[in-house]
């Protein structure tokens, strides 16, 4: 499989992650008295302002836009960012526990958050991403590479593939 195919694949797959996660439930506090809220799958009746609902992430989204209700998850506040870059760096041999989706997450929030925000999380990635490049070149099995985002599980099955066959062909005993 060619480099360009290899990318293409990729892209499908984090499409996929995308779809995911716009179906991912997520919690919404309500800003206003609703009568009759009707989803796909759930009628909701009589809502008062103040109730918190559990509902998919793309209904959600629409509903905040509407000004319907308030969506509770972002991101990270500033102080557990800062926290979570002084771990990722001062561990070395792990990653650090993030939300499952934390890049679709940063992108999603990027509008509102200042530049340092936005710098400490360029900062984690960068951090994130050698570790990975260091496990994949060890070829340690994703299976034991703990604490992965599902963006990061499939960028690493990726780059094991890509090792693998360059290893098959460049190393003179070939792939162990």
């Known amino acids: 499989m060619g480099v360009e195919a290899i990318i ?8 996929l992650v995308k779809l995911e996660y716009d179906n991912s439930e997520k919690k919404v506090t309500l ?13 909701f009746e009589n809502l008062r302002k103040g109730a918190t609902l559990t509902i998919s992430k793309w209904a959600a989204s629409k509903l905040e836009e509407a000004g319907i209700v308030e969506c509770g998850d972002k991101i990270m506040d500033l102080k557990t960012l800062i926290q979570l870059e002084w771990k990722e760096k001062n561990n070395p041999g792990e990653l650090q526990e993030l939300p499952r989706y934390f890049y679709l997450m940063s992108r999603e929030d990027m509008d509102r958050l200042d530049q340092n925000t936005k710098n400490i999380i360029v900062d984690i990635i960068s951090l994130r991403l050698n570790k990975i490049l260091g496990f994949a070149s060890k070829r340690i099995d994703v299976s034991l590479v703990e604490n992965l985002t599902r963006e990061e599980e499939l960028l ?16 003179p005993v070939g792939v162990k």
Request: aromatic share 8%.
């Open 8 to 15: 293409q694949e990729f892209r499908k797959q984090l499409e």
């Open 31 to 43: 800003l206003k008295d609703v009568q009759r809220l009707v989803l796909p799958g759930k009628v």
């Open 156 to 171: 690493y099955d990726t780059l094991r593939n890509i090792i693998d066959e360059w290893l098959k062909s460049a190393s």
